[in-house]
């Protein structure tokens, strides 16, 4: 056998997160040559120049060999260490260092190639910017929350792309979507979403909506019962009357990064995870012509005084009839309590302790998990 | 965001958006529709280095190419501002400022105040600055501290394409007269701008990067070159945190003063002439407002108290570069009473 091969070596790669990630920086090991690892736990510390975050294991067995150093540009997909059992011997682990060193010296390759088209839908007179990556498989449309976009779904696109087809889109008022809401209501944004769906061609597409994105979903949903295959609903809206007023309207009326800042910072349990480039690319976004009018047009028809106004439980309890619906919510949300999660009738739940709002961002893994147990309850 | 498109263009699209959107936008300037090397207004180059191309025929009757009079077009610009135009008006190259001085700093900056607030004047002058292109002591000087010693101006000097475009916006938005100052040497930058509309608020200043070790506050071109030099002492173990000012008026002295109390150490890195410039004046205000805070003497990296070179070797030298930064900031770390 050719050692440089054994099979019995698992590389971990440089994941990658969101759409245009070219490469990642290591910016610390969490764990060090000849640790255990079971799935799930923190491998090293990654920087992107979006975002950081933490790679998690993706397989358990014993961390052999630390491949990429500290602070260096590793291209996506690279090997960064390997996993191995320890029957494995030292000269087909330093094989398989070698190759990987190469690939890593070799540096990162030139942007352009494979990069996934933004396309273009006219829904209603709006237009809708949406993206996919996945070549097989069933067809799953992700829909982000109030002030997010496409992009917030960087750590779950690519992976989940692995076995389906995964779009991401821009709701309206959002991302590189048409900055008209018109009266603001889930109904227009639900349209949107449809309006994707007839656009891609999908006669069955599989919903994941994350906090208004949820109640979106449902919306949707329930406007084209047939064509949903199943729904995961993340921190969803429209669960329950309590809300964190402020933070939307916060989010709204923030003008400054110093006012942004502790706003956004109550999305996440951990509140480091808010970088500075994740404060300036929202600032970036709220300061587009129009995006500060439909903030405050969603704003006022979300809230009713300081409670929510949107009501999707009967709509999702009626979908749950027919198709496999989950929740996902983080024990720690600030934004819409986890109690919440109960008022989804007959759903799967996974409550992820320790989570904010944002378990796609802080928790990806289990997300991914809960999606795809989602899906093949719905069956072919 | 992910397009990526030049300083040029990212101007060039700022006034085409706005000149869109609000018909009072008008563009105004020695060869702003023909420009060098253009046979005439058929083939409409779009000004010495090409920022308003393609504006003359999109906007018929809105682009207007001057006679060369400084003096008369500059406050034909500030007259139709206050008579509910909004013009933009091109200075070429800001060394020329003499001929219309008078216009700027005497007339529109003082219209506000002197009658109570009644009038406005949204007039916005953008301007070449900066050395580099081996243009001499007529065509490369550094002359925004002149504007900001100036109430009643604003001074706008945007680094990344991302920057010119939305304060370009704000600019002629603004009912203020705005100098707009564009460094020559930055035109070909590119960066990723957003296709859509958007305005920066001036006043506020960007921290490009972070750091806890030394605060290095620049503005303009001097940002790049601010950027290499806190990589290469990132390298050293020095984390450094960069400041764009963006606008010298209004100034953004938060954001100063909160790195400089943070970080105890401060170099200000200015492209313009040592004396009453940004840099003194950012020393300044580190020094009445952050003193308890200040762990070594302010230093600034500023060009020679001297016109700039013709020679091409001496004009690289007059220019501050990386290596003269990386000193400054060893200068600061390493300093003791």
């Given amino acids: 056998m050719d050692a440089v091969t054994d099979e019995r070596i698992v590389p971990v790669a440089m994941p990658k997160w969101g759409l245009s990630m070219q490469a990642g920086k290591i910016t610390g090991w969490v764990v060090a040559e000849g640790d255990e690892v079971t799935v799930g736990d923190e491998l090293a510390d990654i920087e992107t120049d979006k975002i950081a975050g933490t790679l998690e294991a993706a397989q358990a067995g014993t961390v052999r060999r630390i491949v990429a150093r500290v602070g260096e540009d590793v291209p996506v997909s690279g090997t960064i260490a390997l996993i191995a059992p320890a029957e494995v011997s030292d000269d087909a682990l330093d094989a398989a260092v070698a190759k990987a060193r190469a690939v890593i010296d070799a540096g990162v390759p030139d942007q352009a190639a494979g990069k996934p088209a933004v396309e273009t839908a006219d829904v209603g007179g709006r237009k809708i910017r949406y993206a996919g990556v996945g070549q097989d498989g069933e067809v799953v449309l992700l829909v982000h929350g109030y002030g997010g976009d496409r992009n917030s779904w960087l750590f779950l696109q690519e992976p989940l792309a692995a076995r389906h087809r995964v779009y991401a889109l821009d709701l309206p008022g959002h991302g590189t979507s048409s900055k008209d809401v018109g009266d603001g209501s889930v109904g227009v944004l639900a349209d949107a979403v449809l309006g994707v769906l007839d656009a891609i061609g999908a006669e069955r597409a599989h919903l994941v909506g994350h906090s208004l994105g949820g109640a979106v979903a449902v919306a949707a949903a329930a406007a084209d019962p047939r064509r949903i295959g199943s729904l995961t609903l993340i921190a969803p809206s429209g669960f329950g009357p309590a809300i964190n007023a402020g933070y939307l309207r916060g989010f709204a009326d923030a003008q400054t990064r110093r006012e942004l800042k502790p706003v956004v910072g109550q999305l996440f349990a951990d509140e480091s995870l808010v970088t500075r480039q994740v404060v300036d690319d929202l600032l970036a976004y709220k300061r587009l012509d129009g995006v500060e009018a439909a903030l405050h047009t969603l704003v006022d028809t979300l809230l009713d005084g300081d409670e929510q106004r949107t009501d999707s439980a009967a709509a999702a309890a009626a979908i749950g009839g027919a198709v496999p619906v989950t929740v996902v919510w983080g024990s720690s949300d600030r934004v819409i309590p986890a109690a919440q999660a109960e008022s989804v009738a007959g759903a799967a739940r996974h409550l992820l302790d320790g989570a904010g709002h944002m378990p796609h961002m802080e928790r990806p893994s289990e997300v991914q998990a809960a999606i795809e147990e989602t899906i093949a309850r719905a069956g072919a | ?337």
């Avoid at chain 2, 180059?45 to 001057?66: A, E, I, N, Q, S």
Wanted: hydrophobic share 45%; charged share 20%; with cysteine.
């Fill in chain 2, 1 to 337: 965001m992910a397009r990526s498109i030049t300083y040029r263009e990212a101007l060039n699209e700022a006034l085409t958006q706005e000149m869109e959107r609000d018909e009072s936008v008008i563009v105004m300037g020695e060869d702003n529709a023909g420009g060098a090397g253009a046979p005439g207004e058929d083939d409409a180059w779009g000004g010495v280095l090409g920022v308003t191309k393609g504006l003359y025929h999109r906007f018929p009757g809105r682009v207007l190419d001057t006679p060369i009079s400084e003096s008369a077009f500059i406050g034909a610009a500030i007259g139709a501002a206050t008579a509910g135009m909004r013009p933009v008006a091109e200075l070429m190259f800001v060394d020329f400022m003499g001929v219309c001085f008078d216009q700027i700093y005497n007339q529109a900056a003082k219209f506000r105040y002197m009658f109570g607030g009644k009038a406005v004047t949204p007039v916005v002058i953008r301007t070449m600055y900066g050395a580099g292109l081996r243009a001499a002591a007529q065509h490369s000087q550094c002359l925004y501290p002149l504007f900001t010693h100036i109430p009643g101006l604003k001074v706008v000097l945007p680094a990344t394409p991302y920057d010119a475009k939305g304060l370009l916006t704000q600019a002629i938005r603004d009912n203020d007269p705005v100098m707009f100052f564009e460094h020559k040497a930055l035109y070909d930058l590119a960066g990723p701008v957003p296709e859509e509309s958007y305005a920066l608020p001036f006043g506020e200043a960007n921290v490009v990067r972070e750091g806890g070790d030394v605060t290095i506050v620049t503005l303009g071109r001097m940002v790049h070159t601010s950027l290499e030099a806190a990589e290469r002492l990132a390298a050293d173990g020095v984390q450094c945190e960069v400041i764009d000012l963006r606008t010298t008026s209004p100034l953004d002295e938060d954001t100063v003063l909160e790195s400089a109390e943070a970080t105890g150490r401060v170099v200000v890195v200015d492209e313009a002439h040592p004396r009453c410039s940004m840099a003194t004046d950012i020393s300044a205000l580190v020094a009445q407002k952050a003193f308890g805070a200040l762990q070594a003497p302010v230093e600034m990296v500023t060009a020679p108290h001297t016109p700039v070179p013709f020679s091409g070797r001496l004009e690289d030298l007059y220019i501050p570069d990386a290596q003269r930064i990386v000193n400054a900031v060893k200068t600061v770390t390493g300093w003791t009473r």
